[in-house]
């Protein structure tokens, strides 16, 4: 079993900066791919960003440009999404994710991103 713990929501101002962070603790050797979904309300959750263990990494098309998925020194427990010139449409809760298989993951608590003026 793995668990997830995120830091690092808030409410900022359009245009401006946060950086999520998701540290796993558990099993970590079982994981091969972390991620960040978010869910807005009213909304089915998204795929933010993804990081392989390998080090690929895959976007959301509305956050390409502006959003970065990584790890600390290529460990498996910590994986951060620096995201800049945020927008209202933005506004989410935002999800760690760690995929444990190609079926079975674990959920972080979930961070809640405000970006509003």
């Known amino acids: 079993q793995v668990q997830l713990v995120e830091s690092g929501g808030g409410l900022v101002q359009p245009g401006g900066s946060l950086r999520l962070s998701c540290a796993a603790s558990g099993s970590i050797f079982s994981i091969y791919r972390m991620g960040w979904y978010r869910q807005a309300p009213g909304k089915t959750r998204e795929l933010v960003a993804a990081?392989?263990?390998?080090?690929?990494?895959?976007y959301a098309d509305s956050v390409i440009g502006r959003f970065t998925i990584s790890r600390v020194n290529n460990a498996k427990n910590t994986v951060y999404l620096q995201m800049n010139s945020l927008k209202p449409e933005d506004t989410a809760v935002y999800y760690c994710?760690?995929?444990?298989?190609?079926?079975?993951?674990?959920w972080g608590q979930g961070t809640q991103v405000t970006v509003s003026s």
């Open positions: 994710y760690a995929g444990l298989s190609a079926t079975t993951g674990s």
């Open positions: 990081i392989t263990t390998g080090g690929s990494t895959n």
